[in-house]
């Protein structure tokens, strides 16, 4: 297994869609395992394709706490095909962005179907953090980040950080 580099905003593949898994083989199980590895490192609780450069319907979860054992998911070419009307908040935060953390109401529970690394079919219910971790994970494959449930000032100012950042990044490399 091995790390991979985590995309940071403003990379504008945060924003492509993601295309669907056409083969579940060796390869893409190895790209799983990377990125559990890479998940586990950084540390957080879910890691979507997109997010290490790779525009794939994929992404990695793992809500257990750190005194749990834990409970890897993997969900390839996920749907929600169902969504509640109750909402929840949480405080969610994001690898690709880090230190940033801002209040997202989503559906307090959903149903998705999908695929694991395996190939096997699964439909799972979703409540709690679960709920939001895999909805936050389910926007990535679709260009969509947490920031954008946000006011759009406090997002553009996000935004602006970000690629300030990234301009000094750049700017140093190139010394």
């Known amino acids: 297994m091995a790390l991979m580099d985590i995309v940071i905003l403003p990379d ?24 559990f590895e890479t998940m586990y490192h950084a540390p957080g609780i879910g890691l979507a394709g997109v997010q290490v450069g790779v525009t794939r319907r994929i992404f990695t979860v793992d809500c257990a ?30 690898l690709s962005i880090p230190d940033y953390y801002a209040e997202v109401d989503r559906p307090a529970e959903i149903k998705i179907q999908y695929m694991d690394q395996f190939g096997k079919e699964h439909e799972r219910h979703c409540d709690g953090l679960l709920a939001t971790c895999v ?18 000032l406090r997002r553009d100012r996000v935004i602006k950080k970000f690629a300030k950042l990234s301009k000094q990044k750049s700017a140093r490399s190139v010394l």
């Open 12 to 35: 504008p593949i945060l924003r492509e869609q993601s295309s669907p898994v056409e083969r579940v083989d060796d390869e893409l199980r190895r790209l799983v395992d990377n990125m």
């Open 65 to 94: 706490r750190e005194d749990e054992e834990k409970d890897p998911i993997c969900m390839i070419n996920p749907q929600i095909v169902w969504r509640s009307e109750e909402l929840s908040s949480y405080e969610e935060g994001c």
């Open 135 to 152: 909805q936050h994970e389910f926007d990535h494959l679709n260009g969509a980040l947490f920031i954008d449930y946000i006011s759009k």
